[in-house]
C-alpha cells in the first residue's frame, strides 16, 4: 500500500462516534499523519451517540449495521469500536463464512466513559438495586457490554438484565419520561444527564480495539498509530481544546462548562496480547456473545509491531 515518493498514502478509516475515535479525529485534523506520510479519509457513519443517531447501527445482524457494512463493503480499511464490539466482529468472520475478515490488530488508543444513570426520583442509589431490573442498552455496542461488566461485579449473572432502549438520546428520554429504570451511557451523554439532574451509580472506561483486514500492511498500521498515539498526548495535555468534537455530537444540550473533561482518557495504541485475548473471549465466549472457535492466532495479527 506503499504511495509513490512524493505522495502521500491513502488509507479509508471508519468511524462511528467521537468519544470512541477522538485521536484519529485529533491525527487527522492536527496533521499527525499528514507527518507521516499519510492521507487518511474518514468515514463517519451514524453510530448511536450523535444527537440526531437513527438505529443504522442498533440492527440485531452486526454485519447489517452501517459501520460493519460499510467494511463489508471495502468502502473502508480500518475501524475500531469497543474492545468486545471488535471480538464479536472478529471472530464471527473467522469462524462464519461469508464475511471480509477483519482481525484485531491493537488495543486502541481511546478509552470511552460508560455509566449507569438512574433518575434520582426512583430511590436508586447502588447497583444492587438493580438486581433483576432491566437497564436499558443498544445491543452489542460499548454499553451493552460495559454495563455487563460494571454489573456482574455487584449481583449474580443472572440477575443482570437489560433491555434495547433505542439511541443514548432515546435511552435518556425514556429514563426521564419513566419508561425504565436505569440506562447505559456514554459520553458526552452522561454529562448530559448530569446536567438533567440525573444520578449516575457507578462509570467506567470501555477500552477500543482497532481492526483491520489483511490488506493493510504493519508498516502502514505503525504509521497510523505513531499518530495516535501523538494525538493522545495532545488530548491529555489539553483536553479543553478537543472537547468540541463530543460537544457537537450532543446537539447543544451541554456546553464546555457541562463536560467533565477528567473523562476523556486515552492511551498509545498498544499490541493485542494473548492473555488479553483469552480473558477478553473467554468472558464474550461466556455471557454468549461470540460464537466458539475462535483463536489467538486466527483472530489477532501485531502486524504493526513487526
Known amino acids: 500500500m506503499n504511495a509513490p515518493a512524493g505522495e502521500l498514502q491513502k488509507v479509508r478509516s471508519s468511524m462511528m462516534n467521537a468519544v470512541h475515535d477522538l485521536p484519529l479525529l485529533v491525527a487527522r485534523d492536527d496533521g499527525f499523519f499528514r507527518d507521516e506520510g499519510l492521507d487518511v479519509e474518514i468515514l463517519k457513519t ?5 444527537h ?11 454485519f447489517k ?17 469497543c474492545e468486545w464490539g471488535i471480538m464479536k466482529r472478529a471472530v464471527e468472520s473467522v469462524v462464519d463464512t461469508g464475511h471480509r475478515k477483519a482481525k484485531i490488530v491493537a488495543l486502541g488508543s481511546a478509552m470511552s466513559s460508560f455509566a449507569i444513570v438512574t433518575d434520582p426520583k ?5 447497583p444492587e438495586q438493580l438486581k433483576s431490573t432491566p437497564i436499558g442498552v443498544s445491543p452489542f455496542n460499548g454499553s451493552h457490554f460495559t454495563m455487563l ?19 443514548h438520546r432515546e435511552r435518556l428520554e425514556a429514563l426521564r419520561a419513566g419508561k425504565i429504570k436505569a ?3 456514554q459520553e458526552p451523554w452522561i454529562s448530559v444527564a448530569e446536567r438533567q439532574g440525573c444520578r449516575v451509580l457507578i462509570e467506567s472506561h470501555s477500552t477500543r480495539s482497532e481492526a483491520a483486514g489483511e490488506e493493510l500492511d504493519g508498516p502502514t498500521l505503525a504509521k497510523m498509530f505513531r499518530a495516535q498515539a501523538r494525538a493522545a498526548a495532545a488530548i491529555d495535555k489539553n ?8 460537544i457537537e455530537e450532543a446537539g447543544g444540550l451541554i456546553e464546555l462548562k457541562d463536560l467533565k473533561l477528567s473523562r476523556l482518557l486515552n492511551a498509545p495504541p498498544a499490541p493485542y496480547t494473548r492473555e488479553r485475548f483469552d480473558d477478553n473471549y473467554q468472558w464474550t465466549l461466556g455471557w454468549g456473545l461470540v460464537p466458539p472457535g475462535a483463536t489467538y492466532e486466527n483472530t489477532v495479527d501485531n502486524r504493526a509491531w513487526g
Not at 483536553?239 to 463530543?246: G, I, R, S, T, V
Open 46 to 50: 451514524p453510530g448511536s451517540g450523535q
Open 52 to 62: 440526531a443517531s437513527d438505529h443504522r447501527a442498533l440492527r440485531d445482524d452486526i
Open 65 to 81: 449495521r452501517t459501520l460493519e457494512a460499510s467494511y463489508e463493503d471495502g468502502q473502508c480499511d480500518q475501524f475500531r469500536m
Open 122 to 126: 426512583l430511590g436508586i442509589y447502588e
Open 149 to 167: 461488566k460494571m454489573m456482574e461485579g455487584f449481583v449474580k449473572r443472572d440477575e443482570v438484565k437489560w433491555e434495547f432502549a433505542g439511541t
Open 183 to 185: 440506562v447505559s451511557l
Open 239 to 246: 483536553p479543553e481544546k478537543y472537547a468540541h468534537y463530543l
